[in-house]
């Protein structure tokens, strides 16, 4: 029998991405998954689909930028599935562009998102597993969290902050019984690049000029999984992702080659010198 068979499971940002990826992979193994995101339309269409394949998937709606929003989205997925014992804070979006020409404004908009919209689901969801000495929360980071990412200064912050906050949440929680867990991938195929915001930046030129491939989802789930399962505290995926980090953690000079090589090309795909 699949461990999670029969588990409660709440996912934001679930009807697209790795939020989706999740929820199909969760559900397949007998989960039952509130599908919530800020898109009802497509929160619904996810849940059909996959209802219409025999799993047990209701869609929901939730801003993670409003507080009642999120606890509301716990109390309907403990109403109708029974207590939360997965908690993924996983809604996020990326935003690029180079240091001078982002303002306040821009870095506001993505920690309300990123890092407020990940505090907001797991307080919730700790507060909830807390009394009961059970229960798993995962935040989703990315490798932009622990190594940097250039010309994606406001991204990789949020990032890191949402590590730093899971770690420390980690050592509380789990003086409770509830396990933390941060999942830290590279770049995956999740449509992340059609998504992201750009402030001068053209995106598909950036593309294509990557210095690291861009993982396929399906396996990359099933990896971050196994890592839940384990209860690491830190899941990286491909095996790139772990390497940049040790390589960061323990010698960031060494990776600095890396970071100026992209930086030259975030800066060659912003659109005034691109289109010049």
């Keep these: ?8 499971v709440v996912i934001t940002g679930a009807a697209s991405g790795l939020g989706r990826g999740l929820a199909e992979e969760m559900a397949g193994h007998g989960a039952r998954v509130m599908v919530s995101d800020l898109d009802a339309p497509l929160a619904e269409t ?13 869609p929901h709606a939730c801003n993670v930028r409003q507080a009642e929003e999120v606890e509301d989205l716990f109390e309907q997925a403990e109403r109708r599935f029974g207590p939360v014992d997965y908690a993924f804070a996983n809604a996020g979006f990326a935003l690029a562009g180079m240091a001078h020409e982002l303002t306040a404004e821009h870095f506001d908009d993505l920690f309300e998102v990123n890092l407020m919209g990940v505090v907001r689901c797991c307080q919730t969801a700790y507060r909830r597993m807390r009394p009961r000495r059970s229960g798993h929360i995962v935040t989703t980071a990315s490798l932009a969290g622990l190594v940097g990412l250039p010309g994606m200064l406001a991204y990789s912050t949020s990032k890191a902050a949402v590590v730093r906050y899971s770690l420390d949440l980690r050592l509380e929680a789990g003086q409770h019984g509830v396990k933390v867990t941060t999942l830290c991938p590279a770049f995956l195929s999740t449509g992340l690049f059609s998504a992201c ?9 950036l593309q294509g000029r990557l210095p690291l491939p861009i993982s396929p989802l399906q396996p990359a789930v099933r990896a971050l999984l196994r890592g839940i399962d384990r209860n690491q505290a830190v899941v990286t995926y ?3 992702a772990t390497f940049l980090w040790w390589l960061n953690r323990f010698s960031p000079s060494l990776g600095q080659p890396l970071s100026v090589y992209l930086l030259k090309h975030i800066q060659s795909a912003r659109r005034e010198d691109f289109s010049s």
């Design 46 to 58: 996810v849940a059909a689909e996959l209802t219409g394949r025999g799993l047990q998937v209701c």
């Design 197 to 205: 915001r750009t402030v001068n930046l053209d995106i598909e030129h």
């Design 1 to 8: 029998m699949s461990r999670y068979q029969g588990k409660t």
């Design 238 to 240: 491909p095996r790139h």
